[in-house]
C-alpha cells in the first residue's frame, strides 16, 4: 500500500482466453494480448500493486484448463487478484478453480479504508446482465456492515448506458434494484467499476464514479448503433482511492499495437456461417 494509505487497483477486463493459446478472437490471440497487456501494466505502476481486478469473461470457452492457466498466470504475482464473471463465463467452473488464493471470485475484500464488493451479473445463456435477488441483497449487507468504509462496487455488466444502443441492450437489465441499493448507502458508497463494453468510460451519476475499462483483447467503437470493431489497441485502467474518499483513474492503451484496419467480429461471422 502506498505511503499515503492510498489503494492501488489495476483494473483488467474481458480478457476472452481460450483452453488452445492459439485461439484468436476478433483477429488477435488474446492470449497473447492479455500477457503483453498484464506485462506493460507491471512494469511500470504508478505505485505498489495492492490488488488486481479482472471483471469478467475471463475465458471464452468456459473450460477448466482456461481458467487453471489463468490462475497459473496470476497466482505468483504476490497480490490478491479480484475476480467476476462475465457472460461468456461458466460460473461453476470458474468458482471451483477461481477460489484459491490469492484469487478470489466475488464476495468482498477490505483495502486500506475502502470495501469492494464483487458482484455476478451473469445470466445462463444470455448476454445480457441481471442481479438476482440474493446478489442485491448481499449487497445490501456488505454496504451496510461496510458503513464506516468507503465503498466500490465491481462487476461485469454495465449498470447504466454507454450510447451505443446495441451494447446498451445486453448491460444488466435490472440496474434500477442495483441503483436503488445504492442510493440507500449514498453516505459511503464511492463508485462502480465494470466491463463488458470494451471501451473506457468514464461518468458521474448521482453523486458516484463509473468505469468501465477496455478489454485486454480488442475494442467496440463507442457510441454506434450496431456492433462495430474498434482500431483501439489492448487497455487497462489504473485506479487510485485515496484514503479521504476519492477515486483517482488512467487507463492506458498498448498504442504500439494500434490497429490499422477493423478487426472481423469474429462471432457476427460465425452467425452467418451458421444460418447458411
Do not use: K
Amino acid at each position: 500500500m502506498s505511503s499515503d494509505s492510498s489503494v492501488c487497483l489495476l483494473h483488467l477486463s474481458d480478457p476472452h482466453l481460450f483452453a488452445d493459446e492459439s485461439r484468436e478472437l476478433y483477429g488477435v490471440n488474446t492470449q497473447a494480448t492479455f500477457r503483453a497487456t498484464l506485462a506493460r501494466a507491471l512494469a511500470s505502476p504508478p505505485a505498489p500493486v495492492d490488488a488486481i481486478l479482472v471483471t469478467g469473461d475471463i475465458a471464452e470457452d468456459g473450460c477448466r484448463p482456461t481458467y487453471q492457466r489463468f490462475v497459473a498466470l496470476m497466482s505468483g504475482l504476490g497480490v490478491p487478484v479480484l475476480c467476476t464473471p462475465g457472460n461468456h463465463e461458466d460460473p461453476g467452473v470458474a468458482a471451483s478453480v477461481l477460489n484459491t488464493p490469492p484469487l478470489q471470485l466475488c464476495g468482498s475484500v477490505t483495502l486500506g479504508a475502502w470495501r469492494l464488493v464483487l458482484l455476478s451479473s451473469h445470466v445462463p445463456g444470455d448476454d445480457s446482465g441481471w442481479l438476482a435477488d440474493p446478489e442485491i441483497e448481499r449487497l445490501d449487507r456488505e454496504l451496510t456492515a461496510a458503513a464506516g468504509q468507503y465503498a466500490l462496487v465491481c462487476m461485469h455488466h454495465q449498470p447504466l448506458p454507454v450510447g451505443s444502443p446495441w451494447l446498451d441492450g445486453v448491460g444488466l437489465r435490472n440496474a434500477a434494484d442495483l441503483h436503488a441499493v445504492l442510493a440507500r448507502h449514498r453516505r459511503n458508497m464511492r463508485g462502480v467499476l465494470f466491463g463488458h463494453v470494451h471501451q473506457a468510460f468514464d461518468s458521474t451519476h448521482a453523486g458516484l464514479r463509473w468505469l468501465g475499462t477496455p478489454s485486454t483483447c480488442t475494442q467496440f467503437t463507442p457510441h454506434t448503433t450496431t456492433c462495430v470493431m474498434d482500431l483501439r489497441p489492448p487497455g487497462f485502467r489504473w485506479v487510485r482511492l485515496r484514503p479521504a474518499g476519492d477515486i483517482e483513474t488512467e487507463v492506458v492503451w498498448l498504442e504500439e499495437t494500434q490497429r490499422t484496419e477493423r478487426p472481423p467480429d469474429s462471432r457476427r461471422a460465425a452467425a452467418v456461417t451458421a444460418a447458411t
